[in-house]
């Protein structure tokens, strides 16, 4: 199916969510997800069919404006891609999240390289700027860089860039060495993914959200032109760096939606399918039943049903008052991330007491699926952090709204 390329022409956005849900049904994009998951490695073909739909490149796109999609059709996007491919949909909505902030900053020869591939749909973005995956001390976890002969050096490594296996460019960041302390010089650039003194460890090693490639990035020696960096003052910088935190929240919150929908999905045809207890006749065979005629079961579905209905709705309607231009209040963006999470938790918890042990086989898609929602719990935020920060801000104290990988 051709995509309508018209920012203009009514319905291109039906039409994508068309084609992407015509993809992610196929038996050979299916069978590759599988794949990729009992590998603990990235579907890299279905990187690539999702780069040639445009999904990959999407926030650089003009097709639906100057400034990109809405943030409606993004969260709609990694909604659909959750449910079917969850490590696949991380990884993209973390290159958006790169390519966004490539987009808020000035000009310069590899932040505009970058943005050209990915928007031609010839490359993605990865970046690490997290602990690598066996190191518990941040302050050992970090790019250092200093000027040298006209050069950037950076050295060091941080972890968990996701997409890494299929991208072509790393954001890389830090502040030089020996700058004036008060306000120090940072430098932000990109690396290109086989250039040498960048290194990619494929080293990724997760319980769920096997398929992100998220290695190791590594720099030894890296040397890039002074012309091809963001060199300024990290106050400078974080001035003209307005990073959407809550379009890239947002998207891993629709990608939890996602699963959530995959999980109730697969224990509602569980539980009509399933029938009895012991093998039939050992025990009291006539009082056997299907799982569905259960009141517990019943239950059980209906919480999952409430927590995914109200977190859905909820996600949407305040995606819809961000892209009306309102400014939402922090307290309504942790009130949403917050019901999300516990959504997450109610879902992937209730699916496991529903379907009991024959759900949690891995010949069945549950074990994957609730796997990858406890991967999303773990990887950001924290429940009762949010929480307390929701009762910080209904008590009048003030309170920042964090990315995933916090303040």
């Known amino acids: 199916m051709v995509v309508a390329q018209n920012p203009t022409e009514p319905g291109a956005a039906a039409l994508l969510m068309e084609a992407l849900g015509e993809l992610l049904v196929r038996e050979e994009y299916a069978a590759r997800v599988v794949e990729a998951d009992r590998a603990g490695r990235m579907a890299l073909d279905n990187v690539g069919a999702l780069r040639e739909l445009g999904i990959v490149g999407l926030p650089a796109s003009t097709r639906f404006g100057p400034d990109g999609p809405p943030l409606e059709l993004s969260i709609a996007v990694m909604e659909l891609l959750g449910r079917h491919d969850a490590s696949t949909a991380v990884a993209v909505n973390m290159n958006w999240a790169g390519v966004r902030t490539l987009r808020q900053l000035p000009s310069f020869p590899r932040r505009d390289e970058a943005l050209a591939a990915v928007k031609e749909g010839r490359g993605a973005i990865c970046g690490a700027f997290s602990n690598p995956s066996t190191e518990l001390d941040s302050r050992r976890a970090r790019l250092s860089c200093r000027l040298e002969q006209g050069d950037v050096v950076l ?43 960048l290194i990619k460890h494929d080293n990724w090693s997760a319980m769920g959200m096997r398929g992100t490639g998220s290695n190791d990035i590594e720099c030894r020696g890296l040397r890039i032109p002074v012309e091809e960096c963001l060199i300024a003052p990290v106050s400078e910088f974080k001035r003209s760096r307005t990073a959407d935190s809550a379009a890239t929240a947002f998207g891993i919150a629709a990608i939890w939606v996602g699963l959530s929908e995959a999980a109730l999905d697969f224990t509602v045809d569980h539980v009509q399918r399933r029938y009895g207890y ?22 059980g579905i209906g919480n999952m049903d409430h927590w995914l209905g109200t977190g859905r709705d909820l996600l949407h309607a305040v995606a819809a008052r961000l892209d009306a231009g309102e400014d939402v209040p922090a307290r309504d963006l942790v009130r949403t991330l917050f019901h999300l999470r516990r959504m997450s938790e109610e879902v992937s918890m209730g699916a496991m007491k529903v379907c009991g ?15 990858d929602l406890v991967g999303g719990v773990v990887m950001a935020w924290k429940t009762d952090h949010l929480q307390q920060t929701l009762g910080l801000g209904a008590l009048g104290r003030p309170i920042v709204f964090t990315g995933p990988a916090g303040s």
């Open 155 to 197: 050295d060091g490594r941080a972890g968990f860039g996701s997409m890494s296996d299929a991208a072509t460019h790393a954001v890389l960041g830090g502040i030089v060495e020996a700058g004036d302390t008060a306000d120090p010089l940072f430098v932000l650039t990109l690396g290109r993914i086989g250039e040498t003194g």
């Open 278 to 299: 012991m093998a039939e006749g050992t025990f009291n065979a006539s009082t056997t039943q299907f799982r569905a005629d259960e009141g517990w079961a019943q239950t």
């Open 357 to 371: 042990a024959h759900g949690y086989v891995t010949a069945q898609k549950l074990e994957r699926i609730f796997r």
